[in-house]
């Protein structure tokens, strides 16, 4: 028996899907319909039996569609969006040009403008892919206050729960990587009870950042808060780290007590099988992004040995985009490519966006989030891919995969809220922020071609 509705705002009903619970003993529901109230569902069932509970509700139609808790993103970079298109004038040859040449010249050449632009263009890219929570990793190191609720306020007006976060940095000197730590506590602070929106403290990756910013953030970090940082996606973060602070990274977040389980350690591809050890005993948490690793050459997660080691693995796109089911499905073939075996992948995979809601849970304090059940949060979205042949749960991983990867999402649904409705965007013009970052696009990329790359003298040549 379902629980009455828990406030007094109209019920809306979506019907004519098939209904995939999340969770950790997910259930597909045929012929079942989801009722949601303000920002909660309310009832899960058979339509008739919905229709008959709420008489007059307001119904929207999943025409068949497959419906799935609105997706999560453990790691987006939403200000990224302004490199599409962008070309430095030199190809980057390894990690460390890929960094000093294209992303540190960017988020430098980033204002508040553009920094507004960046996350309103992504969060409708979310929506448009039926992502309803992400967490993004943020830095505009020329206007790093306040770059934060900049942020949150687009997201805000998109309709979309996130998890914010600086990337302090000691890159651009030490006084940018203070700024940074006092961006993230002030925003911290300010959402500690945020219904939608949290804040946890970002590090770029520990080999930018010094013994001292680590002592500064140690002290000064509250109890709980979590880090989000970048961990041995390159060779690079191992040497630098090794060669700078004569540690290698784990030890170094360790050693400062920044490993538990809301540490989100994002990439591992270079973990050494000690490192993996003390990243499964303290509970951390690795971020897999399948297609930014492949973008950046920087090599494979192989994630069912780690799995298989104890660590906990969770899925992001690290803003190469927003469809977190198409890293999914990068996520199964980079098993089966690495491994040479196309039966991998099916061990380890299917519980990466479990493990995102878990995570999800822990920051925003929501214990029913990623899950279609009556109490959870209206989060939901319709991939708009009818399963062609019988679905159950022992088959949803393959319909996923296979299917609803490729198709597009037909509605979202986030805390009540419909933002997308039949394809059609109801919180975001699309067009008209595209036109817009069209316009802001060219002085970007001019304050981009000025910064001279050789500037970042960080790494070793
Ligand atoms: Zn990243």
Do not use: K
Not at 23 to 39: H, I, Q, Y
Not at 190 to 215: K, M, W, Y
């Amino acid at each position: 028996m379902s629980p009455e509705p828990f406030s007094s705002s109209p019920v809306q009903i979506l019907h004519n899907g098939v209904v995939c619970t999340g969770g950790a003993e997910p259930e597909v529901l045929n012929g079942n319909a989801v009722a949601w109230s303000g920002d909660r569902i309310v009832a899960v069932g058979p339509e008739a039996e919905l229709n008959e509970r709420f008489p007059g509700a307001a119904r929207l139609d999943a025409r068949g569609g497959m419906v799935l808790p609105g997706l999560i993103n453990l790691h987006h970079h939403l200000y990224s969006a302004f490199a599409r298109g962008l070309a430095p004038a030199t190809p980057p040859r390894d990690f460390g040009q890929v960094l000093d040449g294209l992303w540190w010249r960017l988020d430098r050449a980033l204002s508040p403008e553009t920094v507004r632009l960046s996350a309103l263009l992504g969060a409708a890219d979310c929506i448009r892919w039926g992502c309803t929570t992400l967490f993004d990793h943020h830095a505009s190191p020329t206007c790093i206050r306040g770059s934060l609720s900049t942020i949150a306020e687009a997201l805000e007006e998109a309709g979309l729960s996130a998890v914010l976060c600086y990337e302090i940095s000691d890159r651009n000197g030490h006084h940018e990587a203070l700024a940074g730590l006092d961006e993230n506590l002030e925003f911290i602070a300010g959402h500690q009870d945020h219904p939608s929106l949290r804040g946890t403290v970002g590090l770029h990756a520990s080999f930018t950042v010094s013994d001292e910013t680590l002592n500064a953030m140690a002290e000064r970090r509250p109890e709980g808060c979590g880090c989000h940082v970048h961990v041995a996606e390159d060779r690079l973060d191992l040497q630098v780290s090794e060669l700078a602070f004569g540690a290698a990274p784990v030890e170094r977040l360790q050693r400062w007590g920044l490993l538990d389980e809301r540490a989100l350690l994002v990439h591992g591809i270079h973990l050494t099988a000690a490192d993996r050890a003390v990243v499964a005993d303290s509970c951390s948490v690795i971020v897999h992004c399948p297609e930014s690793n492949a973008n950046n050459g920087v090599g494979r997660l192989d994630v069912e040995r780690v799995a298989a080691e104890g660590c906990t693995v969770a899925l992001g796109t690290d803003g190469m985009s927003s469809a977190m089911l198409r890293s999914l499905r990068a996520a199964v073939l980079g098993q089966r490519a690495g491994r040479r075996d196309p039966a991998a992948g099916f061990a380890a995979c299917p519980q990466l966006m479990t493990t995102n809601s878990t995570i999800a849970r822990r920051f925003l304090d929501e214990p029913l989030l990623g899950e279609i059940e009556p109490g959870a949060p209206a989060d939901l979205c319709v991939v708009d891919s009818p399963p062609p042949t019988p679905i159950s749960a022992d088959n949803l991983f393959g319909h996923l995969v296979y299917g609803a990867s490729e198709a597009p999402v037909r509605h979202t649904i986030a805390r009540g809220r419909v933002l997308l409705e039949d394809f059609r965007h109801m919180t975001l013009d699309p067009l008209a922020i595209a036109e817009e970052a069209r316009r802001a696009a060219p002085g970007l990329w001019e304050r981009f071609h000025a910064i001279d790359p050789a500037r970042c003298d960080w790494l070793p040549t």
